[in-house]
């Protein structure tokens, strides 16, 4: 199994910035997509930022240039690095990985469990 432990939320005030962490863990034979996903209260879960293990990282439109998502492979983490924090940024943000294990050779989703981001205008 695989699991995602998430850190680094809170409360920040408009235009601050906050650092998620995602930690990976498991009998992980390797990680294809890790990224980050948010959803704010009456709205769907959408993503933020994905970064595959090989390309380029893609961004929703309302971060660009705010955001920035970042991989450590070899400890199996990735990072959200927010700025310029906006009240439409608030939401429970949830790490998620696309990992195989040494058990399953198919790619599965996988899950952290949220962390609350909130931003007090």
């Known amino acids: 199994q695989v699991q995602l432990v998430e850190s680094g939320g809170g409360l920040v005030q408009a235009g601050g910035s906050l650092r998620l962490s995602c930690a990976a863990s498991?009998?992980?034979?390797?990680?294809?997509?890790m990224g980050w996903y948010r959803q704010a209260p009456g709205k769907q879960r959408e993503l933020v930022a994905a970064?595959?293990?090989?390309?380029?990282?893609n961004y929703a439109d309302s971060v660009k240039g705010r955001f920035i998502i970042a991989r450590d492979n070899a400890k199996k983490m990735v990072y959200l690095q927010m700025n310029s924090l906006q009240s439409e940024d608030k939401a429970v943000y949830y790490c998620?990985?696309?990992?195989?294990?040494?058990?399953?050779?198919?790619?599965?989703?996988?899950w952290g469990q949220g962390t609350q981001v909130t931003v007090s205008s």
């Open positions: 498991g009998s992980i034979r390797s990680i294809n997509v």
């Open positions: 970064a595959p293990s090989a390309g380029s990282t």
């Open positions: 998620n990985g696309e990992a195989r294990t040494y058990s399953d050779w198919s790619y599965r989703n996988y």
